[in-house]
């Protein structure tokens, strides 16, 4: 049986004589073909860490409740095998990689097929919510949207989720972060799994969780399928031994919980528990007797004991009256009649006399105070209370003392018996000096206004999250962007500002969305994403940056995300983009040209020698001849037409060596014979992570700069381009991870240093005017850049350059990279074909390939009369249409007109473009193919288009 890359631990568990001892022997002997030989191993044992139950230990260890249990009825020594989760130990049965899986919900194993052992423990459900949100169960669920984790069961959580939406998850941490991103209210899972997520994901300061009480889910061990008998025999051993007195040991040590009821409802275990305990308290009850009749029996030792008792009560009594009167609140108490028996010095100094023996209200009438409109009346508690109108009361007022006004805050309670409508029993008061305080505040709502102006002058949009992920607090420019007018914070992320992939098509996943992972600790650093509002359609390109607010700063922000609107800065940057491409383009134009001519000058003589030729096998040889030439030209015309119209900000994984032999294709054309360009790639496996066509055009703009330094100067001969692997330090200046670097060396004239250090500034360029305009390695070290990369260069004058490009490697697989295969010829039988092309020719050959393969063609020279052929009646059964045609109607628009009218019409798209983007395709989707295109290709698309039918 193949281990892959999981630790495995072997353990030696207590053995216990008896019937299932033989059961592990037979085991042994059923997994004899499979389990390989080592150590006398019997089986294998699936665990989780999921403390008490089951935990592995980094050092081999394993343990818990469920794994002593084992202990108890095992024979022989077995492997554990750690994996992630009660669904992985499931998967892992399902595979055979396991052969007993330990505290698995007995009734998800049962409803996948697995024997199972009857429960021996109920693990209890908990709540999880965000913290501050509070539930009660289960009036508070009804209508929520509750998570599940794969250990909990919908029907384990019915007794309290009647009218809740209930989400399946796949992990408890998944569940965790979709409950503070709020795409949930609350998140239920067995606690143990819970507590272990929580832990793991450091959310212990963000999530809150309770314990359901009265619900739980069974625990018991579950079987690979086809090992029923072992599974009923190891139930048979179980009943056995839960509920014995080891079995309660175990308990104590791990759960401190009653062994589950047996199958018939016996709970035998848990009467053992109970008379134990019974034992326990009768024994506790004894020792109180003894300990009683030994405190009769011995009346001085009583007395010392209380004059300890009472010795101890005044060190309490002073240390109180120590507290009292250093404290900075002044806290005064009265009787009924209202004179005050105490007073302590934070009291006296407040009224500016002394207070004991004085009567309260005297003092009152005496003092100017006035009291605070926004406190609980005009009323003083300072005799409010003595006049029984009130149990307790409290007022913020202003006191003259001294010549300042101070603000005060003064509370009154009765302290003891019940006032009667005359007159109380007492009272004690306190008054807390607030001046400091209030200027504070007001301080404090001047700096917020101030902020406020601050934040509003901003250029940029600056948006405060608390720790539940709420706005609380956001700038003009910031509402401007998400579209929330005058709305007042706290307030949820607005659900119609959506982050978009760079196509604007599809919204970015939890995983990509740079709110959610900024408020899960992610730190922004630049970021240019697409924000669009679907309910005004209005939208931008921002740079994101993020910041965590530490927790002891400020208890109403957690992150704080600056967006700033980029939109002008991106189209710009595209439009010099593609204006630098167009140039690189413009100087392959002399070197494209002749390979064309010799293309046309083969395919020419091709054609007219099998014209002239009566030799069959010579006339076929032209034909293949003309072919090869036209499929050369054809490969030509694609590498031009992907490089000159590819799109920006696209990144896949794309393979460097590939990509570099076909760029020299290219750019050996536009190096003269007396420079040598070379590749060096020896790492076939080596893929970046990047758009496709930015690379290339990097890389071609550092060949022509080499190239040009080389011509300029007279000195060099050689441009040499290589690819390595790179593994960057975490050194704090450029990152960690691995990287691929594409470097271009030439040994020409190099650069001086102001030259070197001003290479990469925008417009700056040694070569003539006309020559260039001076953004080649500026855009390429912004592409980089924005890659996640680094650009770097070497130079030395007289000695040459080496420029390196460093990018994030991607891994194979992730390659858009298109598969071309060769389909079998297959031929119609009769279905009519509207043929839709402006040129003539073409339309004519055509039609005739599509007539060989047994089809019957009609043509059409435009959209507006293929549409009025299709309107009319006729019968067609596919149509192939050009998609840049003449007549005000492309074959886009068709393809629309005609789905409008025949929504099952099978369709197929022909053209020579070639990096069509997103937002130039039409809203029909068919096939395309491309020109020239092979009768292979035409049978390969309608055999595609017509088997759907």
Same mark, same amino acid.
């Given at each position: 049986?193949?281990?892959?890359?999981?630790?495995?631990?072997?353990?030696?568990?207590?053995?216990?004589?008896?019937?299932?001892?033989?059961?592990?022997?037979?085991?042994?002997?059923?997994?004899?073909?499979?389990?390989?030989?080592?150590?006398?191993?019997?089986?294998?044992?699936?665990?989780?860490?999921?403390?008490?139950?089951?935990?592995?230990?980094?050092?081999?260890?394993?343990?818990?409740?469920?794994?002593?249990?084992?202990?108890?009825?095992? &024979?022989?020594?077995?492997?554990?095998?750690?994996?992630?989760?009660?669904?992985?130990?499931?998967?892992?049965?399902?595979?055979?990689?396991?052969?007993?899986?330990?505290?698995?919900?007995?009734?998800?194993?049962?409803?996948?097929?697995?024997?199972?052992?009857?429960?021996?423990?109920?693990?209890?459900?908990?709540?999880?919510?965000?913290?501050?949100?509070?539930?009660?169960?289960?009036?508070?669920?009804?209508?929520?949207?509750?998570?599940?984790?794969?250990?909990?069961?919908?029907?384990?959580?019915?007794?309290?989720?009647?009218?809740?939406?209930?989400?399946?998850?796949?992990?408890?941490?998944?569940?965790?972060?979709?409950?503070?991103?709020?795409?949930?209210? =609350?998140?239920?899972?067995?606690?143990?799994?819970?507590?272990?997520?929580?832990?793991?994901?450091?959310?212990?300061?963000?999530?809150?969780?309770?314990?359901?009480?009265?619900?739980?889910?069974?625990?018991?061990?579950?079987?690979?399928?086809?090992?029923?008998?072992?599974? $009923?025999?190891?139930?048979?051993?179980?009943?056995?031994?839960?509920?014995?007195?080891?079995?309660?040991?175990?308990?104590?040590?791990?759960?401190?919980?009653?062994?589950?009821?047996?199958?018939?409802?016996?709970?035998?275990?848990?009467?053992?528990?109970?008379?134990?305990?019974?034992?326990?308290?009768?024994?506790?009850?004894?020792?109180?007797?003894?300990?009683?009749?030994?405190?009769?029996?011995?009346?001085?030792?009583?007395?010392?004991?209380?004059?300890?008792?009472?010795?101890?009560?005044?060190?309490?009594?002073?240390?109180?009256?120590?507290?009292? &009167?250093?404290?900075?609140?002044?806290?005064?108490?009265?009787?009924?009649?209202?004179?005050?028996?105490?007073?302590?010095?934070?009291?006296?100094?407040?009224?500016?006399?002394?207070?004991?023996?004085?009567?309260?209200?005297?003092?009152?009438?005496?003092?100017?105070?006035?009291?605070?409109?926004?406190?609980?009346?005009?009323?003083?508690?300072?005799?409010?209370?003595?006049?029984?109108?009130?149990?307790?009361?409290?007022?913020?007022?202003?006191?003259?003392?001294?010549?300042?006004?101070?603000?005060?805050? #003064?509370?009154?309670?009765?302290?003891?018996?019940?006032?009667?409508?005359?007159?109380?029993?007492?009272?004690?008061?306190?008054?807390?000096?607030?001046?400091? @305080?209030?200027?504070?505040?007001?301080?404090?709502?001047?700096? *917020?206004?101030?902020?406020? #102006?601050?934040?509003?002058?901003?250029?940029?949009?600056? !948006?405060?999250?608390?720790?539940?992920?709420?706005?609380?607090?956001?700038?003009?420019?910031?509402?401007?962007?998400?579209?929330?007018?005058?709305?007042?914070?706290?307030?949820?992320?607005?659900?119609?500002? *959506?982050?978009?992939?760079?196509?604007?098509?599809?919204?970015?996943?939890?995983?990509?969305?740079?709110?959610?992972?900024?408020?899960?600790?992610?730190?922004?650093?630049?970021?240019?994403?697409?924000?669009?509002?679907?309910?005004?359609?209005?939208?931008?390109?921002?740079? /994101?940056?993020?910041?965590?607010?530490?927790?002891?700063?400020?208890?109403? /922000?957690? $992150?704080?995300?600056?967006? =700033?609107?980029?939109?002008?800065?991106?189209?710009?940057?595209?439009?010099?983009?593609?204006?630098?491409?167009?140039?690189?383009?413009?100087?392959?134009?002399? +070197?494209?040209?002749?390979?064309?001519?010799?293309?046309?000058?083969?395919?020419?003589?091709?054609?007219?020698?099998?014209?002239?030729?009566?030799?069959?096998?010579?006339?076929?040889?032209?034909? *293949?001849?003309? /072919?090869?030439?036209?499929?050369?030209?054809?490969?030509?015309?694609?590498?031009?037409?992907?490089?000159?119209?590819?799109?920006?900000?696209?990144?896949?994984?794309?393979?460097?060596?590939?990509?570099?032999?076909?760029?020299?294709?290219?750019?050996?054309?536009?190096?003269?014979?007396?420079? *040598?360009?070379?590749?060096?790639?020896?790492? @076939?496996?080596?893929?970046?992570?990047?758009?496709?066509?930015?690379?290339?055009?990097?890389?071609?703009?550092?060949?022509?700069?080499?190239?040009?330094?080389?011509?300029?100067?007279?000195?060099?001969?050689?441009?040499?381009?290589?690819?390595?692997?790179?593994?960057?330090?975490?050194?704090?200046?450029?990152?960690?991870?691995?990287?691929?670097?594409?470097?271009?060396?030439?040994?020409?004239?190099?650069?001086?240093?102001? !030259?070197?250090?001003?290479?990469?500034?925008?417009?700056?360029?040694?070569?003539? !005017?006309?020559?260039?305009?001076?953004?080649?390695?500026?855009?390429?070290?912004?592409?980089?850049?924005?890659?996640?990369?680094?650009?770097?260069?070497?130079? $030395?004058?007289?000695?040459?350059?080496?420029?390196?490009?460093?990018?994030?490697?991607?891994?194979?697989?992730?390659?858009?990279? @298109?598969?071309? $295969?060769?389909?079998?010829?297959?031929?119609?039988?009769?279905?009519?074909?509207?043929?839709?092309?402006?040129? @003539?020719?073409?339309?004519?050959?055509?039609?005739?390939? /599509?007539?060989?393969?047994?089809?019957?063609?009609?043509?059409?020279?435009?959209?507006?009369?293929?549409?009025?052929?299709?309107?009319?009646?006729?019968? =067609?059964?596919?149509?192939?249409?050009?998609?840049?045609?003449?007549?005000?109607?492309?074959?886009?628009?068709?393809?629309?007109?005609?789905?409008?009218?025949?929504?099952?019409?099978?369709?197929?798209?022909?053209?020579?473009?070639? +990096?069509?983007?997103?937002?130039?395709?039409?809203?029909?989707?068919?096939?395309?193919?491309?020109?020239?295109?092979?009768?292979?290709?035409?049978?390969?698309?309608?055999?595609?288009?017509?088997?759907?039918?």
């Amino acid at each position: 049986m193949p281990k892959g890359n999981e630790e495995v631990y072997r353990r030696s568990v207590p053995g216990r004589p008896g019937r299932f001892a033989a059961i592990v022997v037979a085991i042994a002997g059923s997994l004899s073909a499979s389990l390989p030989v080592a150590d006398e191993v019997v089986l294998r044992i699936g665990v989780v860490d999921a403390e008490p139950y089951t935990a592995a230990a980094p050092d081999g260890t394993v343990s818990g409740y469920a794994v002593d249990l084992y202990g108890l009825i095992g &024979g022989e020594t077995p492997e554990f095998v750690p994996l992630g989760g009660q669904t992985a130990l499931l998967d892992a049965l399902e595979r055979g990689e396991i052969d007993l899986a330990l505290a698995v919900p007995v009734d998800i194993a049962a409803a996948r097929g697995f024997p199972a052992t009857r429960a021996y423990a109920t693990a209890p459900l908990a709540i999880a919510s965000r913290s501050g949100d509070a539930y009660s169960v289960p009036g508070d669920l009804a209508g929520l949207r509750i998570g599940i984790g794969p250990d909990t069961s919908a029907h384990a959580i019915a007794p309290i989720a009647s009218g809740a939406q209930i989400v399946s998850l796949p992990d408890a941490r998944d569940g965790l972060f979709a409950l503070l991103s709020q795409e949930l209210d =609350v998140f239920i899972s067995q606690r143990h799994m819970m507590s272990a997520a929580i832990r793991r994901a450091g959310l212990d300061d963000r999530i809150h969780i309770s314990t359901l009480d009265g619900l739980g889910i069974p625990l018991g061990m579950v079987f690979r399928d086809g090992l029923g008998g072992e599974a $009923t025999a190891l139930d048979g051993a179980l009943a056995e031994v839960i509920g014995s007195s080891r079995d309660l040991t175990l308990r104590a040590q791990w759960i401190s919980l009653p062994p589950a009821a047996s199958a018939d409802g016996s709970g035998i275990g848990f009467i053992v528990a109970a008379i134990a305990l019974g034992l326990l308290l009768t024994g506790g009850a004894l020792a109180l007797l003894v300990r009683s009749r030994e405190k009769r029996r011995n009346a001085h030792e009583l007395e010392q004991r209380l004059a300890a008792q009472e010795a101890e009560l005044g060190r309490q009594h002073r240390f109180l009256e120590a507290v009292i &009167g250093n404290a900075t609140d002044g806290i005064v108490a009265v009787d009924r009649s209202g004179k005050i028996v105490q007073a302590n010095p934070a009291a006296e100094r407040m009224h500016a006399r002394p207070l004991r023996g004085e009567n309260l209200s005297e003092v009152t009438r005496a003092m100017q105070i006035s009291v605070d409109p926004g406190g609980d009346g005009s009323e003083l508690p300072q005799l409010a209370v003595l006049r029984g109108e009130f149990a307790a009361h409290a007022s913020r007022q202003s006191w003259k003392v001294g010549g300042r006004t101070r603000d005060v805050r #003064v509370s009154a309670r009765v302290l003891e018996g019940a006032a009667d409508e005359t007159a109380a029993a007492g009272a004690v008061l306190t008054f807390n000096d607030v001046t400091e @305080e209030r200027s504070s505040r007001t301080a404090i709502a001047r700096s *917020k206004k101030l902020l406020e #102006v601050l934040l509003n002058a901003m250029p940029a949009g600056i !948006v405060a999250f608390d720790s539940e992920g709420r706005v609380t607090l956001m700038n003009r420019v910031a509402r401007e962007l998400l579209g929330v007018g005058d709305m007042e914070p706290p307030f949820a992320w607005p659900k119609t500002c *959506k982050f978009m992939s760079r196509d604007a098509r599809t919204p970015l996943g939890r995983t990509e969305h740079p709110v959610v992972r900024a408020l899960a600790g992610f730190e922004l650093r630049g970021e240019v994403r697409h924000l669009v509002n679907t309910a005004s359609d209005a939208s931008a390109f921002v740079r /994101i940056n993020s910041a965590r607010v530490p927790a002891e700063q400020s208890s109403e /922000i957690h $992150t704080v995300v600056v967006m =700033v609107d980029v939109t002008l800065d991106e189209q710009r940057h595209q439009q010099i983009e593609r204006a630098s491409r167009l140039d690189a383009l413009g100087q392959l134009t002399s +070197g494209i040209a002749h390979d064309f001519n010799n293309l046309l000058s083969a395919m020419l003589g091709a054609v007219q020698l099998a014209m002239a030729e009566e030799n069959p096998e010579k006339r076929s040889r032209h034909h *293949k001849m003309a /072919i090869r030439s036209m499929h050369r030209g054809s490969e030509l015309t694609r590498r031009l037409m992907s490089f000159a119209n590819a799109q920006p900000g696209q990144p896949v994984s794309v393979a460097v060596k590939p990509l570099l032999e076909e760029f020299l294709h290219l750019a050996e054309r536009t190096i003269v014979a007396s420079i *040598k360009l070379d590749l060096d790639c020896p790492d @076939e496996t080596l893929h970046l992570y990047c758009d496709r066509g930015q690379i290339e055009s990097a890389v071609l703009n550092l060949v022509l700069n080499a190239r040009d330094a080389i011509l300029r100067s007279g000195k060099g001969d050689c441009i040499t381009i290589s690819a390595r692997p790179f593994a960057a330090a975490a050194d704090g200046t450029r990152g960690s991870g691995d990287y691929g670097q594409i470097i271009v060396r030439d040994n020409g004239p190099g650069m001086s240093q102001e !030259v070197r250090r001003r290479a990469v500034d925008p417009f700056f360029s040694t070569k003539q !005017v006309a020559a260039g305009a001076g953004l080649g390695l500026s855009i390429v070290a912004s592409f980089v850049q924005s890659a996640g990369g680094f650009f770097d260069i070497r130079s $030395t004058p007289g000695e040459g350059t080496e420029v390196t490009l460093t990018v994030p490697q991607a891994m194979p697989w992730l390659s858009s990279a @298109e598969t071309h $295969t060769t389909p079998h010829l297959i031929n119609g039988s009769g279905q009519r074909v509207l043929v839709v092309e402006d040129e @003539e020719d073409l339309r004519e050959i055509t039609v005739e390939l /599509i007539a060989s393969l047994g089809f019957e063609p009609h043509a059409s020279s435009s959209g507006p009369e293929a549409y009025a052929y299709v309107h009319d009646g006729h019968p =067609v059964d596919a149509v192939l249409t050009d998609i840049v045609m003449p007549g005000g109607m492309n074959g886009f628009e068709l393809a629309e007109k005609l789905r409008a009218e025949r929504p099952d019409l099978p369709l197929i798209y022909m053209s020579g473009y070639a +990096g069509m983007a997103a937002d130039q395709k039409g809203r029909v989707g068919a096939p395309l193919i491309r020109k020239p295109c092979s009768i292979e290709d035409l049978s390969s698309a309608f055999h595609t288009v017509l088997r759907q039918m």
